[in-house]
């Protein structure tokens, strides 16, 4: 039962703080269901009510309080009968909407989608995670299409990065509402896309912990694209253990063979090139320390430049982007027909980016792309790559939107370190390693090679154990 205290435990009679419980990791939100601390149905109002008095924070655009309440009783009951579908059952989850999630329309944060047809099915996997017992809230704010690395959104309103509330700071993009609403505490995780690093730049922009993962790695069906080649999929949550389970589930995977690892020996490479510049005091000072963590356990971090960052960046510079390429074919219909206009400005610019590129450009990038990768995996071995996930902390919004060239600027400068990634096909690991000055967290990006997926979150596991300390989440001063 319910009582101004919280929620009345069932097994002990004691009165348990559900906003306390609700602070919790994902994964310790499901153990508490076990403990019989509360319920999913409790739990899943808490979040509810305060999605609800969040509505001015911009943050979601569909809020679905039918499906959660119908999918959080079911989970409360199967916790009854002790028979719960996985580690994350009656945990609520956010999908950025560009997932299909039956009930609800798919906007991809556009203006021309919001008086669309509720979708019938799930996407694969948001059907994944139902199946898992998971506790859909709705669906969250997003950049038109999935185009930008800042967030903003002129047609339901740009999300409020919750690590400033008197002055309204980017909430990265494109997977804005997905970082925001796990820093603000509307949901324990959340499930964005990554192109270019829309999963990375918000973990960082908020300070929340992001993973992007390989090509391939989780099923796309269902999805809204922006380019089929770089689109990825990921998760954003309070932790990278959450992160794991989350990949577990988003793949339908019965388990996950992630494991905590002893770093002593292994091998890291922080470059030195192309990725620091232009960064931030703070930045720089916060990637620091957290390298000398990584040091004092026993890891080998090398300091060099890495040529294939170089590779990578000299063929979007002579080229242009395959993403843009990409981008122009899946949307030409509309930004060159009646609608273009209504379309953002900004996103709308990036697009016709594509349209100027010509045939060589495409192959000239597929070919030099193939080998960049290829150096790389020669460069790196058995090493994880290292650089701050972001040059700068969150932007300040009002400047973005007075002047569409500074926005450029400000967008491809986010943009330009978790690009790489995407160009060279790593999968990656932004984590929180503080704040500056304002009070604004900054991250530390660690990227494993393509497939290197499973590596990569076993490491992490640790580094995070390794980093405790220096940042204080967001959603525990909510």
């Known amino acids: 039962m319910r009582s101004p205290g919280g929620w009345r435990s069932r097994r002990s009679g004691r009165v348990k703080d559900i906003e306390a419980i609700a602070r919790r990791t994902a994964g310790e939100i499901a153990l508490a269901y076990r403990n019989g601390e509360t319920d999913p149905v409790a739990v899943t109002e808490h979040f509810l009510e305060r999605i609800e008095d969040a509505k001015a924070d911009r943050i979601f655009i569909a809020v679905m309080q039918e499906r959660a309440r119908r999918e959080a009783q079911a989970a409360a009951e199967r916790f009854r009968e002790g028979r719960p579908l996985s580690p994350l059952d009656g945990v609520p989850i956010a999908w950025k909407d560009l997932f299909d999630t039956s009930g609800a329309p798919t906007t991809a944060g556009s203006s021309l989608y919001r008086d669309a047809a509720p979708k019938q099915h799930d996407a694969f996997c948001v059907a994944n995670a139902a199946a898992a017992g998971m506790v859909t809230l709705g669906k969250l704010n997003l950049t038109e299409f999935a185009y930008s690395g800042l967030g903003l959104n002129p047609h339901y309103g740009t999300p409020?990065?919750?690590n400033d509330r008197q002055i309204a700071r980017s909430p990265g993009g494109s997977s804005s509402g997905s970082g925001a609403a796990v820093a603000a505490g509307l949901a324990p995780c959340a499930v964005g896309t990554d192109t270019g690093g829309s999963v990375r730049i918000p973990a960082s922009l908020n300070g929340v912990v992001g993973l992007k993962t390989s090509e391939?790695?989780?099923?796309?069906?269902?999805?809204?694209?922006?380019?089929?080649?770089?689109?990825?999929?990921?998760?954003?949550?309070?932790?990278?253990?959450?992160?794991?389970?989350l990949d577990m589930v988003l793949r339908g995977a019965p388990v996950t063979e992630a494991r905590r690892v002893d770093l002593s020996g292994t091998r890291f490479v922080a470059a030195?090139?192309?990725?620091?510049?232009?960064?931030?005091?703070?930045?720089?000072?916060?990637?620091?320390?957290?390298?000398?963590?990584?040091?004092?356990?026993?890891?080998?971090?090398?300091?060099?430049?890495?040529?294939?960052?170089?590779?990578?960046?000299?063929?979007?510079?002579?080229?242009?982007?395959?993403?843009?390429a990409e981008a122009y074919h899946e949307y030409h219909d509309l930004v060159d027909g009646p609608d273009g206009g209504k379309i953002d400005r900004r996103v709308t610019h990036r697009i016709l980016q594509g349209?100027?590129?010509?045939?060589?450009?495409?192959?000239?990038?597929?070919?030099?792309?193939?080998?960049?990768?290829?150096?790389?995996e020669q460069e790196l071995a058995d090493a994880f790559l290292l650089m701050p996930t972001t040059a700068t902390t969150a932007p300040e919004v009002a400047p973005?939107?007075?002047?569409?060239?500074?926005?450029?600027?400000?967008?491809?400068?986010?943009?330009?370190?978790?690009?790489?990634?995407?160009?060279?096909?790593?999968?990656?690991?932004?984590?929180?390693?503080?704040?500056?000055?304002?009070?604004l967290p900054t991250s530390i990006l660690i990227s494993g090679l393509y497939g290197h997926d499973v590596r990569l979150m076993s490491a992490g596991l640790e580094i995070e154990?390794?980093?405790?300390?220096?940042?204080?989440?967001?959603?525990?001063?909510?």
């Open 216 to 245: 391939g790695w989780i099923d796309k069906t269902g999805m809204v694209p922006l380019a089929r080649t770089l689109d990825t999929i990921g998760p954003l949550g309070r932790s990278v253990a959450d992160c794991v389970m």
């Open 355 to 376: 349209k100027a590129m010509s045939a060589h450009d495409l192959q000239s990038i597929l070919s030099e792309r193939a080998a960049a990768i290829a150096y790389l």
């Open 400 to 439: 973005l939107e007075a002047d569409d060239e500074f926005f450029h600027q400000v967008n491809l400068r986010t943009l330009r370190n978790t690009m790489l990634g995407n160009m060279l096909r790593l999968c990656g690991l932004a984590l929180p390693t503080g704040r500056d000055g304002d009070g």
């Open 465 to 478: 154990r390794l980093l405790d300390g220096l940042f204080e989440p967001t959603w525990m001063r909510a």
């Open 160 to 162: 409020l990065n919750p």
């Open 272 to 324: 030195t090139n192309i990725v620091l510049e232009d960064a931030e005091q703070a930045v720089l000072d916060n990637y620091d320390a957290a390298i000398v963590r990584l040091e004092k356990a026993g890891a080998k971090v090398e300091r060099r430049s890495v040529k294939a960052l170089e590779m990578a960046s000299r063929m979007t510079a002579s080229h242009g982007s395959l993403a843009a």
